[in-house]
DNA sequence: CCAATCAGGACTGCGATGGTCCGGTTATGA
DNA sequence: TCATAACCGGACCATCGCAGTCCTGATTGG
């Protein structure tokens, strides 16, 4: 079902979750806000600054920062952070050099119209996009909030 | 990576193969020929009957044909053919009802327009256009050939 | 100097996937 | 009528990747 991991759909949240007028986020306190643990989101601001989409500042009063606008990130983006290049492929098992009969799979390369269409597809839609998605108002408080230990109202 | 199940490459290639003008082939007979273990040949050929993208014929002499030409079958339903439907989701853990804490968690709905995108995308492609895309002509044999013990040049 | 915070690994358990096999059913043809 | 060829629908098991955690540094501010 062209699963994505789940790493990735923590990443958007993460992201969307960035975007405040606040200076600088701990991943700790991240991690409270959303209700997530903290290792996780820990793990995935690790990736998502490795791939340049937030910077971070490290010692005491550090924290993270979005690189971008999240009108700017497109989601591929994010998905290529967590989850590697985009590219619907079988035939990229074990080796790295190539299918070990090349003569016997004539898949190679065969999926690469897919690929592209995929990937303009993913390029054309923006985290602001996916922001606006989310069902109810509940997630675009300011700062605070959420995280109650007695389940909200729906 | 937005992995793609080896399966769902099989069926690609199986379905490719279909196309011939022969009237019904036998599961061993298309395992042959392209030289994937015959279990698994069949396996796929099952999945591809029960999503109707291909018709089966008991008994003996029976075998398999195409339900519509190559041309009629977009990629993305051979994919939802063998790996359901799809769907870029991570809420979809075990229970079918809704995500445990639905209150904390903002992505439900988030990842739809992608979802709505790739749809599209893949509704575009058709299985010939993907044989057109394979490499060599290796493969476009009409019908026996291949599957040599001795690996073919290169 | 100490505390807070990020960086970058290693490690582990679980689940999905790939792959195989078996008993049953249907149809052909001698 | 019977043997055979083929599909049908499961169950079954090993392997692999992923989610999640933790630990040891490196860096910065007070």
Redesign the interface.
């Known amino acids: 079902?062209?699963?994505?991991?789940?790493l990735?759909?923590y990443a958007?949240?993460v992201l969307v979750r960035l975007d405040t007028g606040l200076e600088v986020q701990t991943s700790p306190g991240i991690a409270a806000s959303?209700?997530i643990p903290e290792p996780t989101v820990a793990k995935v601001l690790k990736s998502l600054s490795s791939a340049g989409l937030v910077t971070s500042q490290r010692g005491a009063r550090g924290g993270y920062r979005l690189a971008r606008v999240l009108e700017d990130i497109p989601?591929g983006e994010v998905?290529a952070a967590m989850?590697?290049?985009?590219?619907?492929?079988?035939?990229?098992d074990g080796s790295v050099t190539e299918c070990e009969?090349?003569?016997?799979c004539?898949?190679?390369?065969?999926?690469?119209?897919?690929n592209d269409?995929?990937q303009?597809?993913?390029s054309?839609?923006s985290l602001a996009?996916?922001?606006e998605?989310?069902?109810p108002a509940?997630?675009r408080v300011p700062h605070s909030a959420?995280?109650e230990p007695s389940?909200?109202?729906?």
Chains 1, 2 share one sequence.
């Open positions: 079902m062209l699963r994505l991991s789940k990735t759909d958007v949240v959303i209700g989601v998905i989850d590697g290049p985009i590219a619907l492929a079988a035939c990229v009969s090349r003569s016997l004539p898949v190679r390369g065969r999926w690469d119209p897919v269409a995929i303009s597809a993913l054309g839609i996009d996916m922001r998605a989310a069902i509940v997630f959420v995280l389940d909200v109202s729906r």
